[in-house]
Nanobody, 120 residues
Framework: QVQLVESGGGLVQAGGSLRLSCAAS????????MGWYRQAPGKEREFVAA????????DYADAVKGRFAISRDNAKNTMNLQMNSLKPEDTAIYYC?????????????WGQGTQVTVSS
């Protein structure tokens, strides 16, 4: 089992930057693929970015490519999301996700979320 705690959200003007962090409790953090998802009011939760267990592979939603960067530090059990050139449409609750696979079945773990608000 892994517990996830997000931090770093807040209010920022359009064009600004924020850095989100996710701290994980598991001693086996380096076995989890990690990711960020977001949910805006009245919308479904959507994928933002992901990083493989060793950091060797990253993936981004088209809406954030070139503006967001995901990274992880397995020695510190942390994952980060650097968000630049923020837009009002980036406003959402951002959730940290840890995914493990056992016998071909994915198990997802979620944090409580951190609010990001981008003003125009």
């Amino acid at each position: 089992q892994v517990q996830l705690v997000e931090s770093g959200g807040g209010l920022v003007q359009a064009g600004g930057s924020l850095r989100l962090s996710c701290a994980a409790s598991a001693r086996t953090f380096n076995t989890y693929d990690m990711g960020w998802y977001r949910q805006a009011p009245g919308k479904e939760r959507e994928f933002v970015a992901a990083i493989s267990w060793n950091g060797g592979r990253t993936d981004y939603a088209d809406a954030v490519k070139g503006r967001f960067a995901i990274s992880r530090d397995n020695a510190k059990n942390t994952m980060n999301l650097q968000m630049n050139s923020l837009k009002p449409e980036d406003t959402a609750i951002y959730y940290c996700n840890a995914r493990s696979a056992i016998r071909g079945i994915n198990y997802d773990h979620w944090g409580q979320g951190t609010q990001v608000t981008v003003s125009s």
